[in-house]
């Protein structure tokens, strides 16, 4: 068994057995990891609000030997990020980046440059700048540094020129493969259907490229912005491998009951 | 002790270690037990089951568990109907009953908004409540969900929905548990705690 010490913040905490929580962090020194906080719903609990989602805070916990689930002895709240937590639309899109991290990190993937990213992403939003916009422009920056940087230069299939498609004015985004493609790929390819204007290419290539506290100086809206959520949706299900809870969790669709008994008309 | 994973009791035990805060070795110490006790006594607690499972529904009212049409408190005359205090679930509502510090009547949610799992308000049972404070009579709501981001995003979401209807709308404090020493107090637990105060 030994101790770690790292810089954490919590991804998502659920409950578990009689009084326990199940902590998913994406921590600094050792990226995604998942630990137990025991007795953290009791009353008493020394964790308080440490574990609440979306907090940065001082983490201790063992490891223990063949098994990939730790154990929290103590974390220090070092931002609660209380703010996000008590309005709908930031919480939504906090919850994005954290889902985001969350899905396309593998356990014990470690990179500081993705943590500052997370963190910078939820100071944005703590400090007010338009949820909507940060979680778009967040989730470009956590791609691009998790390796999936969309393809923007040349056709992501076959390395070739990229032109213009016809009356659209665009050029055609296949998130399958990753990237732009040029006519005669996205003719083969059933996804290669999404256009995406040259404004929004260049805010694709933009993103990428600032450092995470620079990135909220980028802004976009009208019918780019529609064209840049619709195509980073997209293409985040491709590489997430599932549809991640949306950011508009208000409009989400039912699921089915937890309560199964009979119901009155 | 271990049993092969084929069996009849083995099968008992992986149901009850299903249940929250049973670990395999309560499960094998209760599968054990169950197996020694009487067989009317053992077929008791599955009856019992099945009772629940196929006699309850939800109050057409307030969504509690109930027996009938209306649960017992939305049937008592001498409950205060001017109140409305609204749960996450039926178990929050049994632990404020059991204070007899409220004398109001409930609305159960069955569950919680959250945007970590993408939970929207078609999951909850809000819209009943809508429909109660639209037939009137109702002259605070008080909202009891959990101080998590579940029970946060519920709150904000359901304070919107109902405050057009003029009723009193508040929510139950947040802060120091009673016993603890206010200096143990975590940073998030305090400001709670000072926003939540109230005037002497
Ligand atoms: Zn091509
Ligand atoms: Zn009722």
């Keep these: 068994m030994s101790l770690l010490k790292t810089p954490a913040i ?47 805070c001082d983490l201790n916990l063992f490891e223990k030997a063949n098994d990939h689930l730790h154990r929290v002895t103590q974390a220090d709240i070092q931002e609660s990020f209380a703010g996000l937590r008590e309005d709908l639309e930031r919480m939504a899109s906090a919850a994005r980046l954290a889902n985001l991290v969350n899905a396309i990190t593998a356990e014990g993937d470690q990179s500081s440059r993705k943590f500052e990213t997370l963190l910078a992403g939820l100071r944005a939003l ?73 404004g929004s290419v260049a805010f694709l290539q933009k993103a990428g490229q600032l450092t995470p506290e620079a990135l909220t100086r980028l802004t976009v809206a009208g019918p780019m912005r529609r064209e840049l959520d619709t195509t980073i949706e997209a293409y985040v299900t491709v ?12 409009a989400a669709e039912p699921r089915e009951p937890a309560y199964e008994a009979k119901r009155w008309p | 002790m271990s049993v092969d994973n084929q069996g009849l009791l083995a099968q008992l035990i992986r149901e009850l270690v299903r249940l929250p805060g049973i670990g395999q070795k309560t499960a094998q110490r209760l599968a054990f037990h169950l197996l020694k006790t009487e067989r009317d006594e053992a077929l008791r607690l599955a009856e019992a089951i099945r009772a629940v499972k196929e006699g309850l529904v939800f109050c057409r009212r307030c969504r509690n568990i109930a027996e009938g049409e209306l649960c ?14 609204v749960v996450e679930e039926p178990s929050t509502l049994y632990a404020i009953e059991r204070t007899g510090g409220f004398r109001g009547l409930y609305h159960v949610l069955l569950g919680s908004l959250s945007p970590l799992d993408g939970i929207g308000p078609s999951d909850i049972r809000a819209q009943e409540l809508v429909d109660r404070l639209k037939d009137g009579g109702v002259q605070e709501v008080i909202l009891a969900t959990n101080p998590t981001i579940e029970g946060e995003a519920t709150a904000i979401y359901l304070t919107k929905l109902i405050k057009p209807f003029g009723a009193r709308v508040s929510r139950i404090a947040y802060g120091i548990p009673v016993g603890m020493d206010i200096e143990y107090a975590d940073e998030v637990t305090l400001i709670k705690s000072i926003e939540g105060r109230r005037d002497l």
């Excluded at chain 1, 991804?11 to 057995?17: F, I, T, V, Y």
């Excluded at chain 1, 994406?26 to 440490?50: D, E, N, P, Q």
């Excluded at chain 1, 590489?239 to 208000?250: E, Q, Y």
């Excluded at chain 2, 049937?75 to 205090?85: A, S």
């Design chain 1, 10 to 56: 919590t991804l998502r905490s659920r409950r578990w057995g009689e009084a326990d929580r199940i902590v998913t962090f994406y921590t600094l020194r050792f990226g995604k990891l998942r630990g137990v906080a025991r007795g953290a719903r009791r009353l008493k609990s020394r964790f308080g609000s440490a574990l609440e989602p979306f907090v940065h």
């Design chain 1, 126 to 198: 703590q400090a007010g700048h338009d949820p909507g916009l940060t979680a778009l422009l967040f989730q470009v920056k956590l791609l691009e540094l998790s390796g999936y940087q969309p393809r923007t230069d040349h056709c992501v299939t076959c390395g070739g020129e990229l032109h213009k498609t016809g009356e659209a004015k665009g050029f055609r985004f296949s998130p399958m493969a990753g990237g732009l493609v040029c006519d005669s790929c996205a003719w083969r390819r059933p996804d290669g259907g999404l256009v995406l204007s040259p």
């Design chain 1, 239 to 250: 590489v997430a491998g599932k549809r991640l809870p949306p950011v508009d969790f208000l």
């Design chain 2, 72 to 85: 017992e408190f939305c049937r008592d005359p001498k409950r205060d109907h001017t109140k409305i205090l």
